[in-house]
């Protein structure tokens, strides 16, 4: 910001998003206008922040002091260790799938700003820390946006300036590394979609970068799981970078798990993906065309009904969980049963992928056989 030479601006930065936006950061260019040329609006300084890296617990703590000459709607706190080091040449890839964690801000009361912990995962990987505000406008605007499209909103946001801090200045300070490793990607709860985004917002179908962060790494030949209530039949499409798999939901008031392979994701050209390393993003949606210079190949349908609820989606260790005699236990118990009977019992997807099923449900079965 330096370089611009100038006191007067606005920051307004969407943490996901990429050569898009959606409404309350599309608005900021208008208003910006129409104050700069019409005189007709009056937007807040830019919010002001405060970090503190030395602290009693080793974790990072941010203080954001918002401009409060209109109504704050909500402090939001967006935090990567994916940023580039300083020196380092840049990464493109990187650039555009590192993930932002949320932290939603706390106000401190009596107008004194609001504050975030920051917990970490490494402290040899530098920390990137920004703020946003979101602000109430008094009357919805609507003006033209991304791709000559249209966009109505009644709120705006504006972005503090980040806080770039080296993997020194952390280790300096004492910030130690709190954060841990997990299997479980995603709960679904609270404001889990702080964390994801969409372009579409009148649209259920989410994304997210939670799996480019080492954070939720993939063990070593897991599978892909995920609970799913569908009230109708539908499709249900799970994306993987250039790579997708399609799941047939039964519908109705139970939840079905979903479990995949690496290997039933396939590309445009029905090529399946061969390990879960450097996946950059996740996506959930009905529908989707995977598509390279020749092949064009279409997956899922219009959903029909309510969005789905969505629930713990995670990777399964499936070597873990097995353990030595997990096998002739898991084998005892097959032959008891007939195939139709275990997925009427334990709920599980049948369909587009009828050989992971068997996997989870035996193993499902020698844990509870095991106790």
């Known amino acids: 910001m330096t370089d611009i030479q100038s006191t007067d601006f606005r920051v307004t930065c969407a943490p996901h998003h990429n050569h898009q936006d959606t409404a309350q950061y599309e608005v900021a260019t208008q208003l910006w206008f129409d104050q700069i040329l019409k005189r007709s609006f009056q937007c807040p300084e830019t919010p002001q922040t405060r970090m503190q890296l030395r602290t009693t617990e080793g974790v990072p703590l941010i203080s954001v002091l918002p401009d409060l000459t209109k109504p704050v709607l909500s402090v939001d706190i967006f935090y990567t260790q ?3 080091i300083d020196g380092e040449k840049d990464d493109r890839n990187n650039t555009t799938a590192r993930f932002w964690h949320h932290v939603a801000g706390t106000s401190n009361g009596g107008g004194d700003g609001w504050t975030g912990k920051l917990p970490l995962l490494s402290t040899d990987k530098p920390l990137w820390v920004y703020a946003n505000v979101t602000y109430a406008l008094k009357e919805t605007v609507t003006a033209a946006g ?5 966009y109505s909103t009644d709120v705006f946001n504006l ?3 980040m806080w770039m801090v080296s993997p020194e200045q952390l280790q300096e300070s004492g910030v130690e590394s709190t954060r841990q490793p ?4 995603e709960s679904f709860e609270g404001d889990w979609q702080k964390e994801w985004y969409s372009y579409k917002s009148d649209a259920w179908p989410r994304q997210t970068h939670k799996l480019h962060d080492p954070q939720w790494a993939a063990p070593k030949d897991a599978q892909l799981a995920i ?3 569908s009230d109708k039949p539908n499709s249900f499409v799970i994306g993987l970078d250039d790579f997708a798999a399609e799941v047939e939901l039964t519908g109705g008031a139970d939840w079905q798990t979903i479990l995949l392979a690496a290997a039933d994701f396939k590309d445009a050209k029905g090529n399946a993906l061969t390990d879960w390393q450097g996946i950059k993003e996740l996506r959930l949606g009905d529908q989707e065309t995977l598509k390279d210079d020749d092949h064009r190949h279409v997956l899922g349908d219009r959903w029909q009904g309510d969005p789905p609820k969505l629930r713990d989606l995670r990777w399964i260790d499936l070597a873990a969980e097995q353990g030595p005699s997990a096998g002739s236990a898991a084998s005892a118990i097959r032959s008891d049963v007939s195939d139709s009977s275990l997925v009427a019992q334990h709920n599980m997807t049948w369909g587009r992928v009828p050989h992971r099923w068997q996997v989870w449900l035996d193993i499902e079965s020698v844990k509870g056989r095991m106790k």
């Open 82 to 84: 994916q940023g580039q």
């Open 146 to 150: 991304y791709y000559f499209n249209t």
């Open 159 to 161: 972005s503090s300036l």
């Open 182 to 185: 997990s299997h479980r990607i």
């Open 227 to 229: 609970d799913v209530q």
